[in-house]
């Protein structure tokens, strides 16, 4: 099983970065401003000294922008800090069996499962994967029985083609014996193989598909059982 935690080094270098911009670009401005009050203050007029005021409000800003700066980067570290816990915390989850809300397959190596729910028994299942343009890819009966159901997809559409590998939209038609729809619940379960860190989220790859942690709901103490389709 691989593992990693992609790009939390590149996002904390990036916050830093911003944060030492701001400093530098704050010590620049207020170097020039003491310059122009040292050589205004060396050149005036002894017996009619300027006002003082606009450099003493000027200076009271410049205090309100260090302090601001100084808070930015403050708060950035307790940030990276939180993200590199979440991110350290979620690598927990390798190996483990989870169940994340999601209706989507990856197909990996010419393999997916697909998994659902169904509160009761059900007459027929029908299961849809479509592409990501929204066309019927394959088509095929799923179990009944009340309960979870994980099916594998070996990859091949309706036209018995095999076809590329990706994450794939997908679907649960069930119907009761009158022909009622009964209403499915369609996750994504199976076993956490790697996690990543992108975009200020933590990633969890199960199945083949990349899914924030926030999709995570519950963690299985064992794997569902699998039927393997056409």
């Known amino acids: ?12 270098s990036a916050a830093s970065g911003a944060a030492a911009a701001a400093k530098a670009t704050f010590g620049n401005n207020f170097d020039t401003f003491l310059k122009i009050l040292t050589t205004q203050l060396q050149n005036q007029d002894p017996t009619s000294p300027m006002d003082t005021t606009t450099f003493t409000t ?6 309100q922008v260090e302090q601001s700066i100084r808070q930015n980067s403050n708060l950035e570290t307790l940030i ?5 816990t979440q991110s350290a915390n979620a690598v927990n989850y390798i190996g483990k069996t989870v169940e994340m809300s999601g209706d989507t397959v990856g197909l990996v190596n010419g393999q997916g499962t697909i998994t659902y729910t169904l509160p009761q028994e059900a007459a027929r299942v029908i299961v849809s994967v479509y592409n990501s343009s929204g066309q019927l890819v394959a088509q095929q009966d799923g179990e009944t029985s009340q309960g979870d159901h994980a099916l594998t ?14 994450t794939y939209n997908v679907t649960i038609s069930a119907m009761d014996g009158a022909g009622k729809e009964i209403q499915t619940s369609s996750r994504v379960i199976g076993e956490v193989t790697k996690v ?10 199960v ?3 990349q899914l924030p942690i926030s999709q ?14 056409s």
Do not use: K
């Open 216 to 229: 995570l709901s519950t963690v299985r103490a064992t794997p569902i059982s699998t039927t393997t389709g």
């Open 58 to 63: 000027q200076l009271v800003q410049f205090s």
């Open 207 to 209: 199945n083949g598909i």
């Open 1 to 12: 099983m691989a593992s990693s935690v992609g790009n939390t080094s590149s996002a904390s």
């Open 153 to 166: 997809w070996n990859g091949y559409s309706n036209a018995g083609t095999q076809v590329a590998d990706g």
């Open 80 to 84: 990276q800090m939180q993200q590199a």
């Open 196 to 205: 990543d860190y992108a975009g200020g989220t933590v990633l969890l790859t």
